[in-house]
């Protein structure tokens, strides 16, 4: 579980302009039409990797907030995932489940392996999801100290050395769940 409210960690995630902070793949994004964080509007997504960068164009598919946050990506104007995150209220904060739906096509596919040499963008998203939910436990951990010490009131927080419970689906779609507490 995340020890931090459910609609700060929504508001979190949903601010793509800040993704970069907590993942080791995105270099975060930008707005580019509607009201940010609703249904329809739309971002660019930028990527990086040690030898490249890219961007992609993504459109909000769900926002309920404090509850879920999806989007559908674009490249080159063919759809090439939908990523989701999901989050449930647990006593002391909440569980963040973020999933990743790859639909990319099999030329696609190829020009990836040739870009990336990754085999299996499977694997490496679930790596860099578990690295992004930690990241921001982290950080929401961090924000419920600092929050505590300007307010003088108890803020729920991770206990220093706990581990984070990260649970993955081994079957496609990739499905990472994340607790901390």
Known sequence: M???DAQKVYE????????????????????????PGTVG?????????????????CTV???EPGKRFAFA???????????????T????????????????PLLYMVMSFVSTGLVRRSVRNRRTMEQT????????????VRSKDRAGAYA????????HNITTEVTAPTNLGHRCG
């Open 2 to 4: 995340m020890a931090g």
């Open 12 to 35: 979190l995630i949903t601010d793509v302009t800040r993704m970069g902070e907590w993942s080791p793949e995105s270099a975060g994004g930008e707005w580019l039409s509607g009201e």
């Open 41 to 57: 509007s739309t971002f660019r997504g930028d990527n990086r990797r040690p030898w490249m960068k890219w961007s992609t164009i």
């Open 61 to 63: 598919i769900a926002a």
């Open 73 to 87: 990506v674009k490249a080159r104007g063919r759809p090439v995932s939908k990523w989701e995150y999901e989050i």
């Open 89 to 104: 209220l647990r006593p002391g904060g909440c569980q963040v489940t973020e999933r990743t739906f790859d639909q990319r």
């Open 133 to 144: 939910l930690d990241a921001l436990a982290r950080f929401v951990s961090a924000e419920s």
């Open 156 to 163: 729920p927080r991770v206990p220093p050395g706990s581990q």
